[in-house]
């Protein structure tokens, strides 16, 4: 009986660690939180700054392929120039994969709920850790 116990409660605990978060998946879900509260207030700067500060981040959208933290910000800007176009943001997580120690593959969906009508989509993320912050380095959002 003893033997049965222990058996069992070895396999609750190992059940548990295989559904547990990583802790650097928790890190990116905070940061994608913050970054949807950011746009749900209406700032895009905020909302960026998640983003690589770099010339070669990768942003794929229906325009095609945009290179750099300033001109994403700007097609951003340019997309979305007020509250009635950005409405409220939601993401659903479809799957967080961990690719290495300095790298995360982020898959989901977005959708805008406006007054001007809704709209959303998927989006790939590709994340990298630089200087220990995470940042997006490549989005393709459709």
């Known amino acids: 009986m003893r033997i049965k116990v222990i058996l069992l409660l070895a396999c609750c605990f190992f059940t548990a660690r295989s559904f547990a978060q990583h802790p650097e998946e928790a890190k990116i879900k905070s940061i994608l939180q913050v970054q949807n509260v950011a746009w749900n207030k209406g700032d895009i700067d905020a909302f960026m700054e998640p983003y690589w500060h770099s010339d070669s981040l990768m942003f794929i959208g229906k325009s095609g392929v945009t290179y750099g933290w300033q001109a994403t910000l700007d097609n ?14 939601t993401f659903t997580f479809v799957q967080f994969k961990p690719l290495d120690s300095k790298h995360y593959f982020v898959v989901g969906k977005w959708h805008l709920a406006r007054s001007i009508g809704d709209v959303g989509g998927h989006f790939t993320l590709l994340w990298e850790k630089i200087n220990g912050r995470w940042v997006i380095i490549a989005d393709h959002s459709s």
């Open 76 to 89: 951003y800007k340019r997309s979305y120039p007020d509250a009635d176009a950005m409405g409220k943001l």
